[in-house]
Each structure stands twice: as structure tokens, then as C-alpha cells.
């Protein structure tokens, strides 16, 4: 147990798979010497040695084929892309490779390797460093897809990524990697890749992941003061997609609401909407609502960038119409 | 340098290109009397690279491919059996019919896997190789893939890759003159262009007359034992010729003659050439083999034809491998 920010939580995963299995090693731009731009990896290299926390050159394709290839071979590698945003240029060899190969070989060869992808707005960075890109892995058969909202999900889930024997393609909220700690249980955490309930509430539903979650968590404190009730339901994984959390919930409150930051149009959480209008139509009382980003590349600057994504403002806005209907 | 290998040696390098020969030449027949269909991209004209170098490995090296990479796997021990099953699309086949002929895998013999992405195959090739250095063994991987692929980035980026964390890898070349309807020279240059490129990287790089089999498998074991003493990558460019069009449905007359290919063959053939050199060595012996070799390929057309088609629901299978993820499709939870 410790308290621990996101990125501090995401290390010690880091630290604890590689002290209990040698295959696990880190592999990405700055991640040794310099600990990672977002301070993930910091130290590491000093416990592990260059052997194991590989600083690698600028080549996102061959080190994502690289990667996937030692893992083939029984390695299991940790892919830092600095920013979610370069995984464009490793996008082949994950799509038509990490994800397929087991499928391809008919079961021969498996890719049990960890992509850490810090995305998201909200930190200036522009509108190559900014994008939420989470909605495209989501749509691929063969990847798993992460997206923590806490430190001690942080670090289960990235533990419990590290053990799997398929490609997950974990997405960090580079906003989230310094916020306020939390306990963090080393000893039992939740497994199974389910849904949590963040918040229990009567009236509405809303459905996020990552950092969307904790803007939710705020917009459903405002709406209480307007007599609603709001469960909030954090998806963690968008896939494997635990529909089963967001049904039982639907069933007790009626009306669902999904936020996330992606783009909004043809997004992972119009996949949940459009699931929901058909196998939840006799429970829903109420529209499905969707809070996405615009389709607009992501502005820097307060003003602009907030016109762009959801804000506790505008989930609360679409909560309060929903709760209302 | 004068050939070094024996008779016996040759005549087995020479059984590992009938066999690739017999099994297209097979697949070709088969396509044209509509007994399968889909892609097809021959190698026939170019075996000797793939036997070769294969015969310089062992079975626990491991080998990736492209899409022309049927010789690649016979070479390394697939059975014919298990290609042309592929081919058929029959559960008996290399990756239980799901692939076909670009898709080939058959990992209890080192044959990694083709792969249908032009240049894809070579980090995978890298970052095997790298493992299995860290696992402790000498074991090597090889890449092969066509003079096309280098001029794919992550062609570079992964020599960068091996060469900076000292991965055993081999890469080849197998530089056949075109890139679909690209013609090599005016790409890349004269044969031997593309391996100044990679030793200027500062990585051992050699180029070979891939018309004999001989000097492309001395040149190639040469390589390999370099590899497997210093545990670092090396380049072999091979410089071989695509007798067919790139792929069966091809129009190939539309960016050269029309007999083009079948020129080169008559005066290049270096299936040809072994079985002259091989009637002088060992008389009758060249001849036996071909007539093994159509027995093994004509059964396994056989079996191929009476294999069994895969049902609808091997569609779902191994999508993911963890256990729990084992499951498909659309999100139909209630
Ligand atoms: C990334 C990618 N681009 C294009 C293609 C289409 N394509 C398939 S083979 C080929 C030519 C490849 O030439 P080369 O690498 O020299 O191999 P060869 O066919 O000559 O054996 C092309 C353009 C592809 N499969 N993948
Ligand atoms: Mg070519």
C-alpha cells in the first residue's frame, strides 16, 4: 500500500512485473536514461539496467515490429510511444501484424506486449500531441484496448496488461499522470477486465473511461444539486466491452448518457449508444446521449481547446437535458 | 572462388528447388483449372535463394517471408503437404485454410510466416532474433523479402533497430529485377546497389549471382556463422530474376516483353543449371529426384483436393489467445 500519483502508480507496475518475470522489459524513445518525457519509467533503468529498460532510436515502425516480434519469441516487451499521437508511424505493424498474427498463423505465434500511448488534450501540446485516437484500436479485432482513470486502476490494469497473451494498447491521460494520489493497493486490486461503478445513482447513467470519467464524476456532483441522481459507470477497458455493467445499470436508472473523449462521430461510445437503443429499448425512458469531441484537430489554448472536447460543463449540460426528459 | 561444396550437398540444395518448382508449377495448374483461387505470386526462376540460405539454418532458426514466399517455407521443411492444403484453403493446411497463399506459418519448423505487407516481415525477423540472443542461444532469425521492400522505411528503421541492439538477423534480398511493374535498376541501380547502401550503415552486407545455388548457399552459410560468432545482423542481397508475372492475374505485357521472363529462364534457369553440373557429378541422380519429388507433390494435390473446408465457425477462433478473450463479434451482451 502507498499512495501514489497515476504516474508513480503505472512505474511501480512497471517495477513489480519486471522484478517477478525477466521477459518483461521496456522498450521506447527517453525511457532510460531520461525516465520517459512524463517521468513513467524514471529510475527504472538504474533497478533494471539498459538491458531491460531499452532506450531506442526514432523508429516507431520497426521498434512496434520489434517489439511484437520479441514477443512471438516469449518476451514481453512495454512499448512507450512518447506521445499517442506517434503511433501513426507503427500503425502497420500493429494493425496488420500485433493484432492478426495469431489469428493468421492459426494460433502459432501470439503478441502478449503492452503499448503505452499517452494521448489526450489539455495540456497545450497542439494537434499532433493531442489527439484521443482510443475509438481506432477500439474497432480492431485482436488488440485489447486500456483506459485507466485512476492510479490504482493504473496499476492493476497495467499489471494485469503486462500478463496477457494478446497486443493491449494501453492509453494513458497525460493530464492525470500528476494529479492528486491515491492508496494503492498492492496486494488485491480488481481483475477480470469489468466495468466500475464509480459513483451509484438512481435517475440517469452516464458511461466514460479515462480521464472523462473524473469530469463526469464532477458534472454528476453539480447535478445533484439539481435534484438528480447520476451512477457513473468507468468503462476501463473499451475492449473487452463490459456491457453486462452498463446494462444492470441502464436497467435501474433508465436513461444512459456516454462521454468520451474521442471524436464523437463513429467513436467507441457510439458503439455503446447504438447498442443500447436496440438491446436496452424497452428500459431506456430517454434518448441515448452522446458527449464526444468535435471533429476538429485539437486547438492548444484554454479557450479553443475547450470548445473542442467535453468539459464538466457541457456533460453536465447534456446530463441535466437527459435527467430532465 | 570455386564452389567448395560436394556433389551431395548440391544435390540436396538442388531436391530443395525441384520441390518449390513442382509445388508452384502445381499451384499454377491447379489455379488455372479453377481448383483454387485468389493470390498467387510464383518464385519460379528464383528457388535458389530460398534454398540456399535455408539450408544454412537449422530448424529452431526462424524464418519470415513475404508475399512470395512459398520457397521460403518448402525450403525450411514445410511439406508440400501442408502448403498446398494452404493453398486449397483446407484445415490441413499450414494455418487451418484461413490464409492461403500469402499466409503461410508453420512454427514447429522455424518458418515464422510470410506476411502480405510489402516489408512487414522484417522486424518481426529482427525482433525474434534479438529474443532469442537473449535467451541464451545462438539460434538466428532470417528476413527475406524482394528489393521492393527496401525501399520501405521500416526496411531501415529495422537494420537501425538490429544493428543498435545487436540482434543475430539475417536479411535478405532477394533482388529480382522488379517491384511489381518497377523496374529495379531504375529504382536502386545496378544488382549490388542496395547492399552498398546497408554497408554503408556499417553492417556486413554481401551481393551474389543467385543463378548458382552453390555460391548463393556459401556466401549465405558465410553470413550465417558470422551472425551466430558475433551476434550481430548481416545483409545478403541475391540477385535472382521474376520469370512470372508478379502475380497470376497479372498483365506483366503491359511493362515488358511479352516473353521476357521465359528468355531468361532458357539461358538462366539455375534449376538447369544444377541438373548439368549435377549429371556430370552424379549421374541419374538429378533424375531421381525429380521423380520422387512429382510422387510427393502429386499426393499432396491429392490430399489437398479430398482435405476437408474449414466450417463457418473456425471463422471465430483464436482471435485473441488470452484465456478469458476467447470470444467474437459484435457486443450482443443482454
Ligand atoms: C505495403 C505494401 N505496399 C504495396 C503492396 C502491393 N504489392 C505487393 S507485392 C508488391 C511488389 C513487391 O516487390 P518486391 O518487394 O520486389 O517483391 P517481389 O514481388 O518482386 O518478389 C507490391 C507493390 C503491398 N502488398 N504492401
Ligand atoms: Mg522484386
Avoid at chain 1, 486500456?146 to 497473451?165: K, N, V
Avoid at chain 1, 429499448?281 to 468535435?294: E, I, K, S
Avoid at chain 2, 523496374?183 to 545496378?190: A, C, D, I, T
Avoid at chain 2, 543449371?273 to 510427393?296: K, M, N, T, Y
Wanted: glycine share 10%.
Amino acid at each position: 500500500m502507498a499512495v501514489l500519483k497515476f504516474a508513480e502508480a503505472i512505474r511501480a507496475a512497471l517495477d513489480h512485473e519486471m522484478a517477478e518475470d525477466p521477459s518483461v522489459v521496456l522498450m521506447g524513445e527517453e525511457v532510460g536514461a531520461l525516465g520517459g518525457v512524463f517521468t513513467v519509467t524514471k529510475g527504472l533503468i538504474d533497478k533494471y539496467g539498459p538491458e531491460r529498460v531499452m532506450d531506442s532510436p526514432i523508429a516507431e515502425g520497426a521498434l512496434a515490429g520489434f517489439a511484437a516480434g520479441a514477443a512471438t519469441e516469449g518476451m514481453r516487451p512495454v512499448v512507450e510511444i512518447m506521445f499517442s499521437d506517434f503511433v501513426m508511424l507503427a500503425m502497420d505493424q500493429l494493425i496488420n501484424f500485433a493484432a492478426k498474427i495469431h489469428y493468421m498463423s492459426n494460433g502459432q505465434f501470439s503478441v502478449p506486449a503492452v503499448v503505452r500511448l499517452p494521448g489526450g488534450a489539455g495540456t497545450n501540446h497542439g494537434p499532433q500531441h493531442s489527439q484521443a485516437l482510443e475509438s481506432w484500436f477500439a474497432q480492431t479485432p485482436g488488440l485489447v484496448v486500456a483506459m485507466p482513470s485512476t492510479p490504482s486502476d493504473a496499476y492493476w490494469m497495467m499489471r494485469e496488461s503486462i500478463r496477457l497473451d494478446d497486443p493491449v494498447m494501453f492509453f494513458e491521460n497525460k493530464n492525470l499522470y500528476f494529479t492528486a494520489g491515491e492508496d494503492v493497493d498492492f496486494t488485491e486490486g480488481p481483475r477480470g477486465m469489468r466495468a466500475a461503478v464509480r459513483r451509484e445513482g438512481a435517475d440517469l447513467t452516464v458511461v466514460s473511461a479515462g480521464r472523462m470519467s473524473g469530469m463526469c464524476l464532477e458534472a454528476a456532483a453539480t447535478l445533484e444539486e439539481s435534484g438528480y441522481s447520476c451512477e457513473v459507470v468507468d468503462m476501463r477497458y473499451l475492449w473487452p466491452l463490459d456491457l453486462e455493467t452498463v446494462a444492470a445499470s441502464v436497467k435501474k436508472t433508465s436513461k444512459l448518457a456516454v462521454v468520451y473523449e474521442a471524436v464523437q462521430y463513429g467513436g467507441w461510445g457510439s458503439e455503446i449508444a447504438a447498442w443500447a437503443a436496440r438491446e436496452l429499448f424497452t428500459d431506456l425512458d430517454g434518448p441515448v446521449h452522446r458527449v464526444g469531441a468535435h471533429r476538429v484537430p485539437i486547438p492548444v489554448g484554454v479557450s479553443l481547446e475547450e470548445a473542442v472536447i467535453p468539459t464538466p460543463a457541457t456533460i453536465h449540460a447534456s446530463l441535466l437535458e437527459l435527467a430532465k426528459f | 572462388m570455386p564452389p567448395t561444396i560436394t556433389p551431395h550437398q548440391h544435390l540436396e540444395l538442388y531436391r530443395s528447388m525441384v520441390l518449390t518448382r513442382a509445388v508452384e508449377t502445381a499451384i499454377e495448374r491447379s489455379h488455372r483449372a479453377g481448383r483454387i483461387s485468389g493470390s498467387f505470386h510464383s518464385s519460379l526462376g528464383q528457388e535458389s535463394c530460398a534454398a540456399g540460405v535455408c539450408a544454412a539454418l537449422r530448424s529452431t532458426d526462424a524464418v519470415t517471408s513475404n508475399h512470395r514466399g512459398h520457397g521460403h517455407a518448402l525450403a525450411k521443411g514445410v511439406t508440400a503437404d501442408a502448403v498446398l492444403a494452404e493453398l486449397y484453403k483446407k484445415t490441413h493446411g499450414t494455418s487451418g485454410g484461413r490464409g492461403a497463399s500469402m499466409h503461410l506459418h508453420d512454427r514447429s519448423v522455424g518458418f515464422y510466416g510470410e506476411t502480405a505487407i510489402v516489408g512487414g516481415g522484417i522486424p518481426w525477423a529482427a525482433g525474434v532474433a534479438w529474443a532469442k540472443k537473449r535467451a541464451g542461444t545462438d539460434d538466428i532469425a532470417v528476413s527475406f523479402g524482394g528489393d521492393g521492400a527496401f525501399a520501405n522505411g521500416v526496411f531501415g528503421e529495422s537494420l537501425r533497430l538490429a544493428k543498435f541492439w545487436e540482434a543475430p538477423c539475417l536479411f535478405v534480398c532477394e533482388n529480382n529485377g522488379w517491384a511489381h511493374s518497377m523496374p529495379v535498376e531504375k529504382m536502386f541501380g545496378p544488382p549490388g546497389s542496395i547492399t552498398a547502401m546497408v554497408r554503408a550503415m556499417g553492417i556486413q552486407a554481401e551481393h551474389v549471382d543467385g543463378r548458382d545455388v552453390r555460391a548463393v548457399h556459401e556466401c549465405a552459410s558465410e553470413l550465417v556463422q558470422y551472425i551466430r560468432r558475433e551476434g550481430r545482423p548481416a545483409f545478403l542481397e541475391c540477385v535472382v530474376y521474376r520469370v512470372r508475372a508478379h502475380s497470376i492475374n497479372d498483365a506483366d505485357y503491359r511493362y515488358r516483353p511479352k516473353d521476357d521472363g521465359r528468355q531468361w529462364l532458357d539461358a538462366n534457369d539455375p534449376i538447369e543449371a544444377s541438373r548439368r553440373e549435377l549429371d556430370r557429378a552424379l549421374p541419374g541422380r538429378a533424375a531421381e529426384v525429380d521423380r520422387e519429388i512429382d510422387e510427393i507433390v502429386r499426393r499432396a494435390v491429392e490430399r489437398a483436393e479430398a482435405g476437408r473446408t474449414p466450417t463457418p465457425a473456425d471463422a471465430f477462433k483464436t482471435v485473441y489467445a488470452s484465456e478469458g478473450l476467447e470470444w467474437h463479434g459484435s457486443v450482443e451482451v443482454r
